[in-house]
């Protein structure tokens, strides 16, 4: 049974950084897709960043691209997503999504794998 689990949410002011964590269990990686989604209250969930084939190949969505950036550690089976320079408009609830085949890898509905989701709030 695959599990999902992110840590490394919290409140920050804005310009600060966070690196968020998630951690997989029961999940092969190898020739699959992992990301990172948020939800902003009231708006629809969009991708943020993905990886695929471990960190075989990497893509940042263009509201974070220079800010953020996500990786995986194979050995850890853990993906990462360093956010820096953080603004308002970052705050949301961060969830990890595993699963979707390449080519697929920034469709949420191609992901069959949830975590929890984990909350980043940036004030100004």
């Known amino acids: 049974q695959v599990q999902l689990v992110e840590s490394g949410g919290g409140s920050v002011q804005a310009g600060g950084s966070l690196r968020l964590s998630c951690a997989a269990s029961?999940?092969?990686?190898?020739?699959?897709?992992m990301a990172w989604f948020r939800q902003a209250p009231g708006k629809q969930r969009e991708v943020v960043a993905t990886?695929?084939?471990?960190?075989?190949?990497?893509w940042v969505a263009d509201s974070v691209a220079g800010r953020f950036t996500i990786s995986h550690d194979n050995a850890q089976s853990t993906m990462f997503l360093r956010m820096t320079s953080l603004k308002p408009e970052d705050t949301a609830m961060y969830y990890c999504?595993?699963?979707?085949?390449?080519?697929?890898?920034?469709?949420?509905?191609?992901?069959?794998?949830w975590g929890q989701g984990t909350q980043v709030t940036v004030s100004s």
């Open positions: 029961g999940y092969r990686y190898t020739r699959r897709c």
């Open positions: 990886v695929f084939d471990g960190d075989v190949s990497r």
């Open positions: 999504a595993a699963g979707a085949q390449g080519g697929s890898c920034r469709r949420e509905t191609a992901y069959s794998h």
